[in-house]
């Protein structure tokens, strides 16, 4: 079956940018996380949705991250007004409920210059 | 100090090789976790997932918890250069989000 998908798979933007990075799960997963992977910090949670809410956002940098779920299926993280600080591979994952396996996407490379 | 520490590596063998992974970690509070295989420029796939100490073997694979010490292990068996990758260990608690800790990976190198 599908896995999980993310689109773009790459991103170059201009520092003070605005980039939207979508997320579609696996059919009927429920639970969807995002995390992020840089060099410097490896691999970090950012936020967690059950459904359409988000119950634990306590890993998102600063208020220039956003994300939203919709219909209980595809996500989108916004990073507004983007730094050089926020290159990093942006990675999804979803579960059918947690605490179960998490299913990662093949993520998407943000380059911020 | 990190909740969970892993030597990054990289790590070098000859085929056919017993390979040795291990993290630490400080949070008693960890009670699931799991190994991770990343090949370049790829998402992070899952190998194993323990929620108790001991062993657990799958195929080549075996990973060991000892929650007594804070300490896990993946060990692979008859090495192949397919094996070459990072790998990743990841645990989580028992909250409302089981949102995965990672260590920072061990780089893995089998040579032919």
């Known amino acids: 079956g599908a896995g999980v998908s993310q689109s773009p798979s790459n991103k170059v933007t201009e520092k003070g940018k605005d980039v939207e990075l979508r997320c579609d799960p696996i059919?009927?997963?429920?639970?969807l996380y995002w995390y992020r992977q840089s060099l410097g910090q490896g691999l970090e949670f950012l936020i967690y949705?059950?459904?359409?809410?988000?119950?634990?956002k306590s890993g998102l940098p600063s208020d220039r991250f956003s994300a939203e779920r919709t219909g209980g299926s595809v996500s989108t993280l916004t990073i507004q007004r983007t730094q050089q600080e926020d290159s990093a591979v942006y990675l999804c994952?979803?579960?059918?409920?947690?605490?179960?396996?998490?299913?990662f996407g093949p993520g998407t490379r943000l380059t911020v210059l | 100090q990190k909740e969970v520490e892993q030597d990054p590596g990289p790590l070098s063998v000859p085929e056919g090789a017993i390979v040795s992974l291990n993290c630490t970690y400080s949070?008693?509070?960890?009670?699931?976790f799991m190994w991770y295989r990343q090949y370049s420029r790829k998402g992070p796939e899952l190998l194993m997932y323990?929620?108790?100490?001991g062993n657990k073997e799958d195929g080549r694979f075996t990973a060991q918890v000892d929650k007594s010490s804070k300490y896990i292990s993946l060990f692979i068996r008859d090495s192949q250069p397919s094996d070459s990758a990072t790998y990743l260990c990841?645990?989580?608690?028992?909250?409302?989000?089981?949102?995965?800790?990672f260590g920072s990976g061990t780089r893995l190198l089998v040579r032919p």
């Open positions: 994952a979803s579960s059918s409920q947690a605490p179960d396996t998490q299913y």
């Open positions: 059919s009927g997963h429920t639970a």
């Open positions: 949705f059950q459904g359409n809410s988000a119950p634990d």
């Open positions: 949070n008693s509070a960890f009670q699931y």
């Open positions: 323990t929620y108790s100490s």
């Open positions: 990841a645990m989580t608690k028992m909250d409302s989000s089981y949102k995965l800790i």
